[in-house]
């Protein structure tokens, strides 16, 4: 195995060791730190001037030979209202894809310790490199600078971690080599000596999407890298810079640690001639991983059946109040929630059940009505200073969810409107506050459809138990990634812990402080179960590593040295 | 959890110790003795005597309320010549589906340690049933009486056994709750305890074989079973016995354990109304396990998307001969292997590559059609004595097997030809053995089919790089779940280990002893990979049980008690 690759893992073994407690143990942990205070002044102070020195450039990355198309591509727009500029090398894609596969053998037999200290320094200078990752996720994504920061930094190798933590896990349950002797009464023992290989499955396609560009392309990236997989990312058209930028860092560890470097490749492409099908159904592609639209997800897995496909895609989350003890508390948390990223998390609430003869709080019965106004008013009061609101907001990413929100507010009766913003320092940022909407729970066309964006609504139900059926139906039928419910009653709570078993959607319950449904915490918080339609797979656990890779073994008899 | 359940899982706690410490060893182990001594004396010599009072009357198992069609199916004939006469309920497949949806929640919420505790309960009685079990093997399947005992008994135990382990070690890896306490600099960090909950993915469908009724039925069953999946057994028709023998003793336990004994159930039904696509497709049967033809495999990965499908199909084993040291000891390792259960094993070898102009010997070059005369002579000795040769050939299963035997003559050069054999004990039984051709590597059509059953081909090819080009190709199209290779050379044997790793396929080396390419011992062998198109999953490894259950989790702020 290569030396370099061998001192990276020997460098990395404690992070290792340590994130292997971690899942084990799901307390608080994580080697990346999420203050910008711990990283260096120079790196975090220089980020937009590096930032601006990519643009309006080529970004070069490493090609194998006979791939090079010639042509190039580049549209990426900021959400903050300019061109990027950047331009990528478009090459020939079934090229590349079978350049790829001849690269294989050399990565399988690198071993799996080789594999994972190259995974492990490729997290490592990325983490290093976060200020400017940060910039790039911000000007694709449209997230503000702090989101950008933690969510496309430190939190997104989390879970690229997380993923090479399993797949490490997965990997050395299986020996390298063992010897069989089979006891034959008197006479003697059957002695066999035996090898098992870890064979990855093949050329593995990690579909990036355009709002969590590293965030959730990571675990794809790191779980098939880590199990011999070499990775080709298809960036989104609209968010290509920060996978870019990842490529680019996975390329100089692979060739410093002596491997090709387009073990890991990027593949962009445009809105006119997207690629992603026709790379999806190509035969020497057995791993997929995407993130998107249930359409697209189900179409890859309807048609890619050469492959393995790992989709995270649309649902309904949702929010079911029982009772409350501070209704303030919980009103501020929900703002805060519904708020975040102008709801374009594939956690935040879209559905909020309120009994329509409303709910017991610490301070007497309140209406639904009541609720409903208290909800709006929290994000109100939440968003009026303007500026902390575009820091909380960030921006649309694409014009699809900005004429989304217009399009939406005939579903229902509006209790809050979403009004357009002017960012201080970006005027033409596409920033836009929270549409919040009444709805009859009979009005399932309203929302029982993903409304992508900063559109919730707040559903009037006959009672607690009618809301838990709604959610049960509606979860069952369009998935959720996230299930939040109030109550003050512990009988309750444990009927919603059951919901959330048979639905299987994570439940946060009675969350009224520093903690919002829509976050998800790597080593800890499994993300998204698998086990309803809003997606096929956890991030992560061992199901999301274990079938990346076979195990080979061959036998002979044992001969004595 | 269930007291009995406890005691359960405490009485059999060393037993998963030791199955645990054997899946990382993989070095020979097993808890079920494979020599009939091992056993009382009065379980071996009666059971001859217990099966002959099970035949001709209804078998009698456990089914929920309301699932009861009036109707019952039995049309098992052994293949050793006489009706079983064994009838069995066939209930309403859509009710009992459904039934089996609404004890879920019983079985899941049972947790982890008491289901484990089952399965090991399950195991163990049906290890003390071993000789019963193997008359129903032997005649359902038509093995002969050892290998009924041995593959039918102990062995099928052990890859039951192991699928608990592996599916014990997923689950353990997953805490049952975690207190997350994150720091928030002056602040006091924030505090959220979390509950994790293993919940299966929901009905478990394992459709069972023929010919390895309760050895391939094992691994899905129990691994759906300790993940909480209630199990849902379709026997083959002509196999019912076994697996129903096998559900009884499962209905047991439950039972005595609180549980409601129907979590384990079987569904019978007959060749002319059969009734497996119809489980198939239910939108509640969300696992499938299958043994049998590529055909129906595919249908079944093609059309059960609501279900993972975990399939073992066709493939086409291969030898490849590229020098010896010793050739007779080569040939008679290939005699037994051929002619074990006639050639019924889906790990049998179907084609032989040998090089056209001969291979290197320690007594010197030896020409091809010596070599195929070698092994032909090879099982032609090993089976003159007709007792001897009954006692390792067992009896064809299927008349469909019998008649291919005679339709496969014409596909090449007779080596050996298959011969009708009269058992002493039942003369009406099928008994044939192996028909040897000899073909030319250009008669792609005569050997890349699976001909299931006595029937290999010595394949004549160009050289070594041939055999392996061939190889090659047919396993990356058809698949194979086993690989044997023969040479003296070190270096040829390392481009045998690069091949079996680039297809996907366990290789055994120069057996030329005690130990057959066509036999693999659970926690040491991986059977099959799930790399190559013979079968898409492992018995047993992580992903085999990784993606039976999901977690889910819930979270809520820690409060001082």
Redesign the interface.
Known sequence: MSSVAQQMFQRHRETLDQALAA??????WTPYPESLKQYPDDAVKGAPQRFEQMLRKPFALSLPGGVDSGESVGEEVSPYGFELGVSYARPDADALVSAMGSVL?EW?DAGVEARVGVCLEILARLNALSPDIAQAVMHTSGQAPMMAFQAGGPHAQDRGLEAVTYAW??MS???SQ???????GKHGP?V?D????I?P?GVSLVVACSTFPTWNTYPGLFASLATGNPVLVKAHPGAVLPVAMTVKVAQEVLAEAGFSPWIVSLVPDSQAAPVTKRLALDSAVKLIDFTGSSAFGNWL??NA?QARVYSEKSGINSVIIDSVDNLKAVTQNLAFTLSLYSGQMCTTTQAIYVPKGGIQTSEGHVGFDEVAAAIATAVEKFLSDNDRACAVLGAIQSCATEERIAASRALGEVVLDSEARVHAQFPKARVHTPLLLKVDGDNKAAYREERFGPISFIVATEDTDHSMALAREVISEQGAITLGAYTTEEAV?ER???L???V????????????FVNQS?AF???HA???NPAANA?LS???FV??RF????????HTAA
Chains 1, 2 share one sequence.
Request: aromatic content about 8%.
């Open positions: 899942i084990a143990d799901r307390g608080f053998p399988r896990q997965a349950q299986v020996p063992a010897r069989w002797e089979k006891p034959q059957l066999l035996k090898r098992y290989h064979v499955r897995e309807d059946r709570a919603f812990e059951r959330a078993m048979d299987a959607v994570p439940l946060s319950l009675n969350m009224d402080g520093g903690v915490a800890s918080d499994f179960t698998g086990g956890s656990n061992l199901a274990a079938d076979v195990v080979v073994q061959s036998r002979r008899h």
